[in-house]
T-cell receptor, first 115, second 113 residues
Framework: DGGITQSPKYLFRKEGQNVTLSCEQN?????MYWYRQDPGQGLRLIYYSQIVNDFQKGDIAEGYSVSREKKESFPLTVTSAQKNPTAFYLC??????????????FGPGTRLTVL | KQEVTQIPAALSVPEGENLVLNCSFT??????LQWFRQDPGKGLTSLLLIQSSQREQTSGRLNASLDKSSGRSTLYIAASQPGDSATYLC????????????FGQGTILTVHP
């Protein structure tokens, strides 16, 4: 089955640690996105990539970094510079960033907790 | 900057009721308006996508309408069931990249037997 996988499902981080969240898709989609969701709030865009080897900052990129070396993979690193990283992180993809008729496909999410 | 607001924040109804969820947006120059469902601790599932040129979309018991001039969209759920209990989010693309979505805060729906 085609879809988006995220791992791990739960992640615990100590103060000062960098952690990496995995996102993999086998949908052959060009564009991928990382969102953050806080309790009782909608999703906010962290980073996005419209094509391999290219990515742009979203609305809340500070303290995060990404890479897009392969079409199917878009890992997110939460660095120690992110002061309030406890949240639910969602990865999404879309066939092409230029297709306004395309809806986004979402992964199951990773819940990150700072100890 | 586009802002998306959803009212109410939470809604509790008895099974069988018809209900309406509201979504408003500040910039009427949108490409489309999407409705998603999110179960607790899960990712989002797309329900309906309305193009800017359309006024409504239907899928089963769900009907979404779009009024760009007033900056509003509604999601109508007919004959609600306990399985409809979830958070419903609306979103619209920001800028020229259609995948960059601006989301509302969501409406938490509880349908009790």
């Amino acid at each position: 089955d085609g879809g988006i996988t995220q791992s791990p499902k739960y992640l615990f981080r100590k103060e000062g640690q960098n952690v990496t969240l995995s996102c993999e898709q086998n949908l052959n989609h060009d564009a991928m996105y990382w969102y953050r969701q806080d309790p009782g709030q909608g999703l906010r865009l962290i980073y996005y990539s419209q094509i391999v080897n290219d990515f742009q900052k979203g609305d809340i990129a500070e303290g995060y970094s990404v890479s897009r070396e392969k079409k199917e993979s878009f890992p997110l690193t939460v660095t120690s510079a992110q002061k309030n990283p406890t949240a639910f992180y969602l990865c999404a993809s879309i066939p092409t960033a230029q297709g306004f008729f395309n809806t986004q496909y979402f992964g199951p999410g990773t819940r990150l907790t700072v100890l | 900057k586009q802002e998306v607001t959803q009212i109410p924040a939470a809604l509790s109804v008895p099974e069988g009721e018809n209900l309406v969820l509201n979504c408003s947006f500040t910039d009427s120059a949108i490409y489309n308006l999407q409705w998603f469902r999110q179960d607790p601790g899960k990712g989002l599932t797309s329900l309906l996508l309305i193009q800017s040129s359309q006024r409504e979309q239907t899928s089963g018991r769900l009907n979404a309408s779009l009024d760009k001039s007033s900056g509003r969209s509604t999601l109508y759920i007919a004959a609600s069931q306990p399985g409809d209990s979830a958070t419903y989010l609306c979103a619209t693309p920001s800028g020229t990249s259609y995948g960059k979505l601006t989301f509302g805060q969501g409406t938490i729906l509880t349908v009790h037997p």
